[in-house]
C-alpha cells in the first residue's frame, strides 16, 4: 500500500479525511503542514518544541512505541491525554491507516 487514510477530528467534532502517501518519508506534523493545518512546528521536527502535539482519538493501539525523548516532551504540556502523541515523531506508514487524530499544538 502506498497510500493510507488519516482522519483528523475538527474542532467541531466532524472528521475530514486525508489520503496520505507512504512512500515520501513524511511525518504526520509535514503531512498536517502541508495540508494548511495550523501546525508551527518551531523545532523542525526535533521532538524538542510539541507545537505538533496531537491526540490520537482511534488507531493508537497501531502506532510504534512512544521515545523517551517524545514522552518527556509532552509530560511538559498541560493538555496531554492518555493517547497524546508528537506528531513529528510519527512517521507515516501502513500502521498509521485509517488513525483518527485531533490537533492540540494549538491549545485546543
Ligand atoms: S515539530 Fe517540534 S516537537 Fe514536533
Not at 487514510?5 to 509535514?30: F, H, K, R, W, Y
Not at 503531512?31 to 523545532?43: E, S, W
Amino acid at each position: 500500500m502506498t497510500d493510507i487514510n488519516i482522519n483528523i477530528q475538527n474542532p467541531d467534532n466532524t472528521i475530514t479525511t486525508l489520503v496520505a502517501p507512504t512512500d515520501m518519508g513524511l511525518s504526520l506534523m509535514e503531512f498536517l503542514k502541508g495540508n494548511d493545518y495550523d501546525i508551527l512546528a518551531t523545532c523542525g521536527g526535533m521532538a524538542l518544541c510539541a507545537t505538533c502535539h496531537v491526540s490520537v482519538i482511534s488507531g493508537f493501539e497501531n502506532l510504534h512505541e512512544i521515545s523517551d525523548d517524545e514522552y518527556a516532551m509532552l509530560d511538559t504540556l498541560p493538555n496531554i491525554t492518555e493517547t497524546s502523541r508528537l506528531g513529528c515523531q510519527l512517521k507515516l506508514a501502513d500502521n498509521m491507516n485509517n488513525i483518527t487524530v485531533k490537533i492540540m499544538g494549538d491549545g485546543n
